[in-house]
C-alpha cells in the first residue's frame, strides 16, 4: 500500500495547490491514504469547518495539526465531533480533540495516525516521548501501521525521536519548519524518517508568508501582521511504500511539485 503525507497547508494558495496538484500525484503514486498538516490551512494560521470541509473533500483522508492549533477560534466548535482531525497527543489532558485516530485503508489495513508536537523552542506541553509511548499501548495490538506527525522546531529533537522510536512505528514524519529536507531514509530498526516534508503554499514567500513583512519584522523587531503570500505555488510531501504482511516501510520518496 501507498500513503501520502502531505507537508504544512498554508492558506488559500496552499489549498488551491493541493486541489490542483492532488488527483495527478494520487494517480501516478497508486495512493490508498492521504494524510496532511492542516495547522496553518485558514488564512495562514489556524483552522475553520469550512476550511477542513473543504480539504477533507480533496481525497485527503485525515488531517494532523500542531502549536497553531488553537489559532482560529472556530476550531473549538468542532473539533470533538471529527474523527479524521487529530492535534498534537501530548497537550495537557483534557484539551478538546482528540491526539490519535485509527482508521481503514487499503484491503481492510488498520492505520492509526498520531500527531505530536516538540518542546524545544516551542510551547512547553507535556513530554511527546512519553505521551507517544503511552498511547503505542494500546494501538500495537490495533493497528497494522502506525504514522507520527512530529511537529517540532529543532532538527536534533526530532531525530531523536525518531531513533527512540525507531521498529515501534511505521513512519515518524516532521513537520513544522516549512522547508522539506533532503533526509529521507528507512532506519536500522525500519521506520521510515523525514526532518521535514516541507511546505504547501507560496513558493515566492518566506514559509507562505509575504516576504517583505517577515523581513521587517526581523530587521525592525516590531509586531508586524503577517500575510499569506501569492504567486507560484508549490506542493511538498513524501510517498510511503508499506509492505501489507508486515506493516513496514519498504521505501520513502520525497516529491516537489510547482504550480
Known amino acids: 500500500m501507498n500513503i501520502l503525507v502531505i507537508g504544512d497547508i498554508v492558506g488559500k494558495p496552499g489549498r488551491k495547490a493541493v486541489k490542483d496538484i492532488l488527483p495527478s500525484v494520487i494517480k501516478e503514486f497508486g495512493i490508498s491514504f492521504t494524510v496532511a498538516n492542516a495547522e496553518n490551512a485558514a488564512g495562514g494560521r489556524g483552522l475553520s469547518r469550512d476550511v477542513m470541509e473543504e480539504l477533507l473533500s480533496m481525497e485527503i483522508d485525515v488531517l494532523t495539526m500542531g502549536n ?14 471529527e474523527i479524521r482531525l487529530i492535534r498534537p497527543i501530548n497537550f495537557p489532558p483534557h484539551c478538546p480533540g482528540q491526539g490519535y485516530h485509527i482508521f481503514t485503508a487499503g484491503i481492510n489495513q488498520k492505520v492509526a495516525v498520531i500527531n505530536a508536537m516538540g518542546r524545544v523552542f516551542m510551547n512547553p506541553l507535556d513530554c511527546p516521548f512519553r505521551a507517544v509511548d503511552e498511547v503505542l499501548d494500546t494501538v500495537r495490538d490495533q493497528a497494522d501501521i502506525v504514522l507520527v506527525d512530529f511537529h517540532a522546531e529543532a532538527t536534533s529533537e526530532k531525530l531523536a525521536f525518531a531513533h527512540y522510536f525507531d521498529g515501534q512505528v511505521t513512519a515518524v514524519l516532521g513537520t513544522h519548519t516549512h522547508v522539506q529536507t533532503s533526509d529521507e ?8 524518517y523525514i526532518t521535514d516534508l516541507g511546505m504547501t503554499g507560496p513558493l515566492d514567500s518566506i514559509l507562505g508568508m509575504e516576504k517583505e513583512m517577515v523581513i521587517q519584522k526581523i530587521i525592525y523587531q516590531r509586531p508586524v501582521r503577517l500575510e499569506v503570500a501569492k504567486g507560484p505555488l508549490q506542493f511538498d510531501a513524501v510517498v510511503l511504500n508499506i509492505d501489507d504482511n508486515s506493516g513496514k516501510a519498504t521505501g520513502i520518496k520525497r516529491i516537489s511539485r510547482h504550480l
Open 68 to 81: 497553531h492549533v488553537w489559532d482560529n477560534k472556530d476550531i473549538f466548535n468542532f473539533i470533538d465531533d
Open 185 to 192: 531514509r528507512i532506519m536500522g530498526g525500519g521506520t521510515a
